[in-house]
């Protein structure tokens, strides 16, 4: 388990430790979980009980999906 506040379901903590994985900063919620990108470009809230059962997946998709600039780009 991460430095974070464990997720109360087992797709929600799957992506969060996949967020952690890819260096995404992970903040424990109030009401949602905050990830952010190694750059701190980008950032994304993670809903605790999400309507949509692909929720997780999609939100590890975007991630993805984000570019960080890296030092040499700059």
């Not at 590890?60 to 960080?68: E, F, L, S, T, V």
Request: hydrophobic letters at 25%.
């Amino acid at each position: 388990m991460g430095y974070w506040k464990r997720h109360q379901k087992p797709d929600g903590q799957k992506a969060l430790e996949e967020f952690d994985a890819m260096g995404w900063k992970i903040e424990d919620p109030p009401k949602y979980y905050r990830v952010k990108c190694p750059c701190g470009s980008h950032a994304r809230s993670i809903h605790l009980t999400p309507g949509n059962p692909r929720y997780f997946q999609e939100s590890i998709r975007w991630a993805k999906r984000q570019r960080c600039m890296k030092e040499e780009d700059r």
